[in-house]
């Protein structure tokens, strides 16, 4: 599907949303349109990145509104009028209502640094090592308003080498985020991924 028109969310630095600017500057995201960017801190520093690469900010505070479903509408009204097609959840640090999970199922995607269903939730990096495991990785997942429990899309491993820790491991998982993210966003945007329930199908 060329010329889908994308959405990020994001709260933070924005290394994934980065990654995704810098795969529509080397045309690898099969058309997709990079419109609009949602941060709920106006002062991170992706709400910089995003107006550097020249894409739309909606930026807002939480604490000005009465509730999540208050924000979440007027951000559903925002997607709406821009006429966004798929968001993409790149490390943004609120969780989603309703509002906008069930109007967007099948078109909103999140990227987590475990190869879930291990270690869903915050700090997935601390928790695979914290567990011991060999290997961990990413997954990118349809969002279904629960913790990390959406159909998987597609997934990167990653190696833990001995005496591994989270300083020297979480620069290989972002890299395979900033990898497997564009990816999994041009294979949608292109028409080659499909679900069906819980099944994902991708070409």
Not at 28 to 56: F, H, I, Q, T, W
Not at 98 to 104: C, G, I, K, Q, T
Not at 154 to 163: I, K, W
Request: charged share 20%.
């Amino acid at each position: 599907m060329a010329g889908m028109r994308v959405a990020v969310f994001a709260s933070g630095f924005g290394s994934n949303f980065g990654a995704l600017v810098d795969a529509a500057k080397n045309q690898r995201l099969d058309g997709a349109s990079l419109e609009l960017l949602v941060c709920d801190k106006p002062e991170a520093p992706v709400v910089a990145r995003a107006r550097e690469a020249d894409v739309d900010v909606f930026a807002f505070r939480p604490k000005e509104y009465a509730s999540r479903e208050a924000y979440e509408t007027e951000i559903l009204a925002e997607l709406k009028r821009r006429g966004i097609e798929l968001i993409v959840l790149a490390g943004y640090m609120r969780i989603l209502t309703p509002v906008l999970v069930e109007p967007f199922f099948g078109r909103m995607i999140n990227v987590h640094p475990s190869l879930l269903p291990a270690f869903p939730g915050v700090n997935g990096i601390g928790q695979a090592l914290a567990y011991g495991v060999k290997v961990t990785g990413v997954t990118v997942h349809y969002v279904d308003g629960g913790l990390d429990s959406g159909p998987i899309i597609a997934q990167r491993t990653v190696e833990v080498a001995d005496g591994d820790t989270l300083e020297t491991l979480a620069p290989r998982i972002h890299a395979a985020e900033q990898a497997l993210l564009p990816w999994v966003v041009s294979r949608i945007a292109a028409g080659a991924v499909a679900i069906d329930g819980r099944h994902v199908s991708v070409k």
